[in-house]
């Protein structure tokens, strides 16, 4: 008998124990499906700015990838509300 495993899958314990390349894959818009005991529990997707409700204002790794001073980070908000 031949097992398949998805490459959108992951056992319960091995999200636990690997929780932060898990979001990572789903920051980069993968769905996973999580199983126990070869049961499929819940899925983990990716919500997008609609659903979330969310808008991105300002980008700030656009403006300096290496981060901002607080004066520039003043400069920036206040060019944002004008």
């Not at 390349?21 to 005991?37: A, H, L």
């Not at 819940?42 to 409700?53: T, Y």
């Not at 908000?77 to 004008?82: A, I, L, S």
Request: no cysteine; aromatic share 4%; glycine share 6%.
């Amino acid at each position: 008998m031949d097992i398949k495993i998805q490459k959108n899958t992951i056992g319960l314990k091995d999200l636990r124990e690997n929780m932060e390349t898990s979001i990572k894959r789903v920051n980069e818009g993968e769905s996973i499906t999580v199983f126990r005991r070869s049961t499929p529990l819940f899925r983990i997707s990716p919500i997008d700015a609609v659903e979330s409700g969310r808008e991105t204002v300002i980008d700030f790794t656009k403006e300096a990838g290496d981060g901002i001073s607080d004066k520039e980070l003043l400069r920036v908000m206040k060019r944002v509300h004008e």
